[in-house]
Every structure is written in structure tokens, then in C-alpha cells.
């Protein structure tokens, strides 16, 4: 009997001692939701720095080749466009400097060595085609030879157009001096073709110009060849 009872007592305080430890079980699983973290209820991040790799990863890429398009390409080059102007126009002034600076050290340079008192140039012009090919032209002053020019095709048809080459230039000293020309070339029948011409002149104070002149005949169906003397 007296076991009985303990059993019975025993069994009573079971249920007390389960009693409080259930009715603490929900007030501990409260208390550790309000202490964790945002993230680990399922809450967004608070900014970007948060941002997960697989929050990166599903974001939406871009379509294909939309970075290489010729849209976008064209769009850079038309920022740019303005700068790239500017320094071709840069470009363009800085050779145009180039061009004047260089010709006039050319000038100053003729001027230095080739003085007016004693300068004397030739020119050379042609009014042929048809009874004469020019190819080469030797020129001696004095019985010295001081220039044998061979021509270009190009240079032959500048001629024929009207073009007038400045074939000499040099010093002399006052007083008489005598200028004697060789035009090689092709005459008439396309045969190797060589005549001269020669001109007595007097230098006197300041430049000198004379002109090769080559001519064709009508009348006698062959070129001519001459020098004047620009007095």
C-alpha cells in the first residue's frame, strides 16, 4: 500500500516538472527570433555592399554583342568626333606653317647664293608634239658644262600643257658670255632626233633671264629650237 502511494505521488509531479519547461519552450523560441539577424528571417539586404554573389548572378546580363553593336561604337565615335577635329585642324595648320616656313628659307636661301647682281637662270618651254619628243637637254656656258637634264614622261606632258621649267640657275660676272644648248630626243619618224642652238649675251648689273624655246615647223615638218634673251 504504501508503495502504491509513492508511485501515485510521483506520477502526480511528473506533469508539474513537464509543466513549466513546455510553457518556456515558445517564450525562448520568441526571444531567439527577436535576436537574429535580418538575413536569417529571409529579410532583403539593407544595401548593395550587401548584395549576395547569387543575387549578382541572377541579375539580367546585357544582350549579346550589345556592347561591341555599331550603335554603341558609333555613339563613342561621336563623342570623340569634336577632339578629333580639333587636332586635324591642328595637324593641317602645323603643315601649312611647314609649307610657308619652308619656302621662305628657299627664297632666302637663292637670295644668299645666287645674289640678283650676278644671277643668271634659263628656262625652257615647248610647243611641240608632233614633229619632236624631247628626252634630255645639256646646257654649257662658256664652254662648261653646267647642267644635263633627263626628263620623265610626266614631266614632258607638264611641258606640253604649258608648263615652263626653270632648267638653270647660277652666277656670272659682268661681261659678255656665250650659252649653248643640246636637245636630245625623238623627231620626226620616231628617229633618235639631236640638234643645238647657241646665244651670245652680254650680263650686266642685276639677274639674267634667257629661255629655251623648242618649236615646231610647219612648213618645214620639224621642230625648231632657239634661246631668247629676256633684256
Not at 509513492?6 to 519552450?25: F, G, I, Q, V, Y
Not at 643668271?120 to 654649257?140: I, T
Request: hydrophobic letters at 45%; aromatic letters at 6%.
Amino acid at each position: 500500500m504504501l508503495q502504491m502511494t509513492r508511485a501515485m505521488s510521483e506520477a502526480d509531479e511528473t506533469p508539474r516538472r513537464a509543466a513549466p519547461a513546455a510553457l518556456l519552450a515558445p517564450l525562448l523560441a520568441v526571444v531567439l527570433l527577436a535576436a537574429a539577424p535580418p538575413t536569417a528571417l529571409g529579410a532583403p539586404p539593407a544595401g548593395p555592399e550587401a548584395a549576395t554573389p547569387a543575387a549578382a548572378a541572377s541579375a539580367p546580363a546585357p544582350p549579346p554583342g550589345e556592347a561591341d553593336s555599331p550603335l554603341a561604337t558609333a555613339g563613342a565615335a561621336a563623342e570623340s568626333s569634336p577632339d578629333t577635329r580639333g587636332l586635324d585642324q591642328e595637324i593641317q595648320d602645323l603643315k601649312k606653317d611647314v609649307v610657308d616656313l619652308n619656302k621662305d628659307l628657299f627664297i632666302l636661301e637663292e637670295e644668299l647664293l645666287f645674289p640678283a647682281n650676278t644671277q643668271v637662270a634659263v628656262f625652257l618651254s615647248v610647243d611641240v608634239g608632233q614633229f619632236f619628243g624631247l628626252d634630255s637637254v645639256q646646257l654649257k656656258i662658256d664652254r662648261k658644262e653646267v647642267i644635263n637634264y633627263l626628263y620623265t614622261p610626266r614631266e614632258v606632258e607638264a611641258l606640253l600643257k604649258g608648263g615652263v621649267q626653270r632648267l638653270y640657275l647660277g652666277n656670272l660676272k659682268v661681261g659678255g658670255h656665250e650659252l649653248v644648248a643640246f636637245f636630245n630626243g625623238k623627231g620626226p619618224n620616231q628617229r633618235a632626233y639631236k640638234r643645238g642652238a647657241s646665244l651670245r649675251f652680254e650680263k650686266g648689273v642685276g639677274a639674267k633671264y634667257l629661255e629655251l624655246k623648242i618649236d615646231d615647223r610647219q612648213k618645214k615638218l620639224q621642230p625648231e629650237f632657239a634661246i631668247k634673251d629676256w633684256e
